[in-house]
């Protein structure tokens, strides 16, 4: 199996412009999560999902964030507009439906200029 | 609500000596789940073992190992005979509800150095 697979791996941008994060979750997986990583805040669950549809996305710092998930292959996490206290790093995890295992993704550096 | 506590920031030791990670939580929930993950320079987080409340039995798996006491709600990870290839951040997380999501709260972290 590929692993969770997300894109961009880096991404550089400019305060005030559209940022688009994507994710694949393992196949059969039945749960992804959007997880940020900041050295002030450590690791932080921004929204999950469960079979398509989200469940919780009390962790989305505010509404120029949203997610969406499609279909049970992809999921996309968009800020707009972005903000430098956006820049992290942004991971995609999917759970094993038997195990319970969370699988992360190699997550999406963001720098917002 | 539930909490994860890593007290040690920063660990440093010799290649082959045995270091032990700390961990503490906090929960109100009778049933939840317990991980530790590991995030080498490279930035992926590498899923290490999970753990049930239900299951207190201490796990090893070669060089690792795992003491979970819910008396003293730890969860410690020891690595023995340590490697600089274990150089890596290592985060302790809990998952109150297994049926809820797996909704993973995680400990600050604890930056282990390896020297050779």
């Known amino acids: 199996d590929a692993g969770v697979i997300q894109s961009p791996r880096h991404e550089v941008t400019e305060m005030g412009q559209e940022v688009t994060l994507r994710c694949k979750p393992i196949s059969g997986h039945d749960y992804l999560f959007w997880y940020r990583q900041t050295m002030m805040r450590g690791l932080e669950l921004l929204i999950y999902f469960n079979n398509n549809v989200p469940i919780d996305d009390s962790g989305m710092p505010e509404d120029r964030f949203s997610a969406k998930m499609p279909n049970a292959s992809f999921s996309t996490l968009k800020i707009q507009p972005s903000e430098p206290r956006d820049s992290a790093v942004y991971f995609c995890?999917?759970?094993?439906?038997?195990?319970?295992?969370?699988?992360f993704g190699e997550g999406s550096r963001l720098t917002v200029l | 609500a539930q909490k994860v506590t890593q007290a040690q920031t920063e660990i440093s030791v010799v290649e082959k000596e045995d270091v032990t990670l700390d961990c503490v939580y906090e929960t109100r929930d009778t049933t939840y789940y317990l991980f530790w993950y590991k995030q080498p320079p490279s930035g992926e987080l590498v899923f290490l073992i999970r753990?049930?409340?239900?299951?207190?039995q201490n796990e090893i798996s070669g060089r690792y190992s795992w003491n979970f006491q819910k008396s003293t709600s730890s969860f410690n990870f020891t690595i023995t005979a340590s490697q600089v290839v274990d150089s890596a951040v290592y985060f302790c997380a809990l998952s109150e509800r297994e049926t809820s999501g797996s909704r993973l709260t995680f400990g600050e972290g604890t930056q282990l150095t390896v020297n050779p």
């Open positions: 995890a999917s759970r094993a439906r038997r195990t319970g295992e969370l699988f």
């Open positions: 753990r049930n409340s239900f299951d207190e």
